[in-house]
């Protein structure tokens, strides 16, 4: 059972290239998310899905595409990298969406990626 | 926009001493998360505090849910350096699904 997989664990892109971090669950959960952390900001939720085909924009959604047609696959896509979005990359799933379910996250181990 | 606020926001100790980090907010969480994250890896799930004013042990760490559910602290009891890390909490508020993540805790247990 391999829980969160993400991939590329790093990357190095050049300003106004595009790419696609990848993330996979297998524990059949409802709710995916995508967070970034960087320095002294903790982590902000960029986009999220509460199920397939179904998507929402998160906090700091900018420059940020996603798609769910799967419920294992949920793809993060830099439209045209820029130097601001240098970041960890975090991908999370939960069994159920909403508040009061008290669903643990489950993170995948991150995609460092560097934009020079 | 919620909220969280913690502190700490370092915190380094002597192996055996007693520390407690603190995550406060102006908002009213339905329940609040603790999470522990180690460099290269990403945050794994400590406890869940749903119940105002509720306290979970885990081993050396008591957790505790302010009584209004608009705080919560986390007190580690003998610190050891395995329990060295970054510790976030998060607050899920009433229907919304999405957590709000304070900025952490970065905890540095010596030998």
């Known amino acids: 059972n391999a829980g969160v997989t993400q991939t590329p664990k790093f990357q190095v892109l050049k300003t106004g290239q595009s790419m696609t971090l990848q993330c996979a669950q297998d524990?059949?959960?409802?709710?995916m998310s995508w967070y970034r952390q960087d320095p002294g900001m903790g982590l902000r939720l960029i986009h999220y899905?509460?199920?397939?085909?179904?998507?929402d924009q998160g906090e700091v959604p900018n420059g940020y595409n996603v798609s769910r047609s799967t419920t294992e696959d949920f793809p993060l896509r830099l439209l045209s990298a820029a130097p601001s979005q240098t970041s960890v990359y975090f991908c999370?799933?939960?069994?159920?969406?909403?508040?009061?379910?008290?669903?643990?996250?489950?993170f995948g181990d991150g995609t460092r990626l560097s934009i020079l | 926009t919620q909220l969280l606020e913690q502190s700490p926001q370092f915190l380094s100790i002597q192996e055996g001493e007693n520390l407690t980090v603190y995550c406060n907010s102006s908002s009213v969480f339905s329940s609040l998360q603790w999470y522990r994250q180690e460099p290269g890896e990403g945050p794994v799930l400590l406890v869940t505090?749903?119940?105002?004013?509720e306290v979970k042990k885990l081993k050396r760490l008591t957790f505790q849910f302010g009584d209004a559910r608009k705080d919560s602290s986390l007190h580690i009891t003998a610190a050891q350096p395995g329990d060295t890390g970054l510790y976030l909490c998060a607050g899920a508020e009433g229907s919304q699904g999405n957590l709000i993540f304070g900025k952490g805790t970065k905890l540095s247990v010596k030998p």
């Open positions: 505090v749903v119940t105002g004013g």
């Open positions: 999370a799933s939960s069994r159920f969406w909403g508040g009061y379910s008290n669903q643990p996250q489950h």
């Open positions: 524990m059949n959960h409802e709710y």
């Open positions: 899905s509460v199920g397939a085909g179904i998507t």
